[in-house]
């Protein structure tokens, strides 16, 4: 019976229907054996079971009611009873109590108010039964307004708690925003209210999370109700999907339902709270938003019964700016507005609405909710490309939709910021970079390159909405190069003045320069803290700063600023007054303006001892994220240095997250590394296998050939690899992107090595299961390579 059974989405919960009316079988059989002999007892199914859903490994959760109360029940032949069920595998929830005692015990208990409000008879006394029915469906009328409060508040307090299903990379298919207990609430509270208006639309969503969470018991082969990343495709297949986009697919339809199920269980909330609790006090004040919108006791609402996209648009606009809540009658009306149009050539007033969404204080929530009234297929077909499509990297949170609309907000947020702020005003008008930014991910989804395919579609997008041929350019070009500053500010050595010149001719000017800028910053800390910190909003600032120099004086900015970086280290750190700026002028540039004065204080004190042949200077410390931890490496350059501290980091199976690598014109190696943190021993042994490394007494290349034999999946790995000989003035820049495979690195800094090739600048950086590096590589003579 435990047996999972996986069945496409379209067939919904029926896996979970037949295993409910298995176990009621055999619960009847069993009960009948033994507490059913009781002439008095009813055993009862309550909470998911009681609905008549049972998952692999969910609960069976069982009332045992008994007329006069455990008197009336054989203690031995309960035991039996739950001993048989727990002997089989299964976790059971049950309680033994009286119809009285089991309404009054709800009354105190809202988890056992709630699980008493979906209740099916197994086996017993039916009379038993409808006594205990007719005392909670008198407690339950008496008690309608407080239970719906306390019922509505307690689902608000989770939904402050958990992710929302509909748009995380991961949710949990039952707890989260849109999950199933939202399903369950929602029936409760119209149980409650005696008014199912709302929650009999979403049996086919309910059925598609049902479906998903059969296939995650099938695959864990446990209970758990956490749609985990890596689990996805595997619980895909088992659902029948069976295309190189399966895992896609599949979350798909779980955001699809989700947020049906989130929007759906919002406006029943509003509802009851209108009709049963009496909703907010009426202001009696109205307003006239435009000739086809007011604002009527803090609701919005349309003038008329005419209503068609402009006047859905001039609504929404007017929800974006004011945040006051839409009537329901107005949802309605968009709603059948949008179902009654199709896609074209964008009205002039259209365009302007749709522009005060996009820039107004509540302006995610008014565009997620064109999600829910099916107003994207209309204005912006293209939409469905990434309509609750997951990203496939561990730094972005929402689906790529979500994403967007929240890019929207964090470019609101970050104008009030004073250098933001300052950009946007020498900017002027922002409405194409708002465009941009809401657009500069639709081009994901088909293995492309994103920035180019999403540049072509959103430049269809703007002329469709009626933009001028230079608005349009504007718009592609923002799409095109969404990536180009954090990119380049990341990957590349910024005093290499090849490195300016190509950013500078592909901005083109200040403004766009400045609109690009903005549009990382909302991108950025759209993706989350990740993807966007303050070491990663300082390089892009450099970049920026460097990049508008050369705008205005016509000449790329070299200036190393050794100086004023030696004066801020010193008033940092005392100790190295006097001895600071001999170090850092023997490091690249790119080190200067890279490297955050705390690291750099700890760095420029070991290169100032100095390090003889053979030895090393090393320590691991925990970061401000103390999940992540800085290794740092000082030894006498030699060639494959990188690749001794990257063979024995892989070799004590500790991931790598970013990492730097310099060689000062001295003669030594400094190496940065960001690390998971290991555990203490693994962190001790790391260093060990350092000193023996660099002291001869560990043959890091012969462990690594054995640790990747024994790790190898069989399967080559093809990483991309590319050699751009313009991109540095003085450096060949070899650029690696593919599969984070135990030893890649080593393998990769080992093969430059071989080839007498000294790696003059290192950028190493790990994304979730795919890695970038950047090196900068010179000839044994310090040349460029021919």
């Not at 790990?766 to 310090?782: A, E, M, P």
């Amino acid at each position: 019976m435990r047996v999972a059974r996986p069945a496409p989405p379209s067939q919904g919960g029926s896996a979970a229907l037949q295993r409910a009316a298995d176990m009621d079988r055999a619960l009847l059989a069993l009960a009948q054996d033994t507490i059913a002999v009781h002439e008095s007892v009813a055993v009862v199914a309550v909470g998911g079971y009681g609905r008549g859903h049972l998952s692999p490994y969910s609960d069976i959760d069982l009332l045992v009611l008994a007329a006069g109360g455990d008197t009336d029940v054989d203690r031995q032949r309960l035991r039996a009873f739950t001993y048989a069920l727990w002997d089989a595998g299964w976790q059971v929830g049950h309680a033994l109590r009286s119809p009285s005692q089991a309404v009054d015990f709800a009354s105190r208990d809202l988890p056992a108010a709630t699980s008493i409000l979906t209740t099916r008879l197994i086996a017993g006394n039916a009379d038993v039964f409808d006594d205990f029915c007719a005392r909670r469906d008198r407690w339950q009328t008496r008690k309608k307004r407080s239970l719906l409060r306390r019922l509505m508040d307690a689902t608000r307090h989770r939904h402050r708690e958990a992710e929302r299903a509909g748009w995380a990379l991961a949710p949990d298919l039952k707890e989260d925003v849109g999950g199933l207990r939202d399903v369950h609430a929602l029936g409760w509270m119209e149980a409650i209210a005696g008014s199912p208006d709302f929650g009999s639309g979403l049996e086919q969503q309910s059925g598609v999370l049902l479906a998903a969470r059969e296939g995650l018991h099938a695959t864990l082969r446990r209970k758990s109700d956490k749609l985990h990343f890596e689990l996805q495709p595997e619980v895909a297949r088992r659902l029948g999907f069976v295309s190189d986009g399966a895992a896609d697919a599949m979350m798909t339809g779980v955001h699809a339902a989700a947020r049906d199920i989130e929007f759906t269980l919002t406006l029943a909330m509003e509802d009851l709270s209108r009709k049963i609790l009496g909703g907010p006090r009426r202001s009696g004040r109205s307003a006239v938003i435009t000739s086809r919108v007011r604002l009527e006791d803090s609701t919005l609402r349309f003038v008329g019964e005419d209503v068609d996209v402009t006047s859905s648009l001039e609504l929404l606009a007017a929800h974006a700016t004011t945040g006051h809540r839409i009537s329901l009658d107005a949802l309605n009306k968009m709603t059948l507005a949008f179902e009654g149009a199709k896609p074209g050539v964008w009205t002039e007033d259209q365009r302007s609405a749709f522009f005060e969404v996009l820039r107004g204080r509540h302006g995610p929530a008014a565009l997620e909710l064109l999600e829910h009234l099916r107003g994207w297929d209309v204005l912006v077909p293209e939409w469905s490309r990434i309509r609750g499509r997951p990203q496939h990297d561990p730094y972005h949170r929402y689906t790529v939709d979500g994403h967007s609309f929240v890019a929207v907000g964090e470019l609101t947020a970050c104008l009030d910021e004073p250098v933001p702020s300052n950009h946007a005003h020498v900017i002027g008008d922002l409405s194409t970079l708002y465009l941009g930014t809401l657009l500069h991910d639709l081009g994901k989804g088909n293995g492309r390159d994103h920035s180019v395919e999403g540049a072509s579609i959103a430049a269809e997008v703007a002329r469709r909405m009626g933009m001028n041929e230079v608005e349009i350019q504007e718009v592609a070009e923002l799409v095109r190069y969404h990536l180009l500053l954090p990119d380049t500010a990341t990957r590349r050595d910024l005093d290499d003045g090849s490195v300016i010149k190509a950013v500078v001719a592909k901005t083109g000017d200040g403004r766009r320069l400045r609109q690009l800028l903005l549009l990382a910053i909302a991108d950025g800390r759209a993706t989350g803290p990740h993807a966007w910190n303050e070491w990663k909003a300082s390089l892009v600032a450099n970049l920026v700063n460097r990049v508008l120099e050369a705008f205005e004086t016509g000449e790329v900015p070299l200036d190393r600023g050794v100086a004023e970086a030696a004066r801020r280290l010193e008033a940092f750190e005392p100790a190295l007054a006097g001895r600071s700026q001999r170090v850092l002028a023997s490091l690249p540039p790119s080190y200067v303006t890279s490297t955050p004065v705390a690291d750099m204080a700890d760095e420029i004190r070991l290169l100032a001892t100095g390090v003889q042949p053979g030895n090393i200077h090393s320590r691991l410390a925990v970061g401000s994220d103390p999940e992540q931890s800085i290794l740092t490496v000082c030894v006498a350059d030699r060639p494959g240095t990188l690749a001794r501290v990257a063979g024995v980091l892989a070799l004590n199976r500790i991931d790598v997250l970013a990492a730097n690598a310099y060689t000062t014109t001295d003669g030594l190696a400094l190496t940065r590394v960001t690390v998971t943190t290991p555990n203490t021993t693994a962190a001790e042994r790391c260093l060990g296998d350092l000193e023996a490394a660099f002291s001869g007494h560990l043959a890091v290349d012969a462990r690594m050939r054995s640790k990747v034999s024994d790790y190898s999946s069989g399967i080559g790995v093809q990483p991309d690899i590319r050699i751009l000989h313009d991109a540095s003035m003085a450096s060949t820049v070899v650029e690696v992107r593919g599969p984070n495979e135990l030893g890649l690195l080593y393998a990769l800094t080992a093969g430059l090595a071989d080839l007498d090739l000294d790696i003059h600048v290192a950028k190493i950086d790990t994304l979730g299961d795919r890695v970038v590096d950047v090196f900068y590589v010179r000839s044994q003579w310090g040349s460029k390579l021919s």
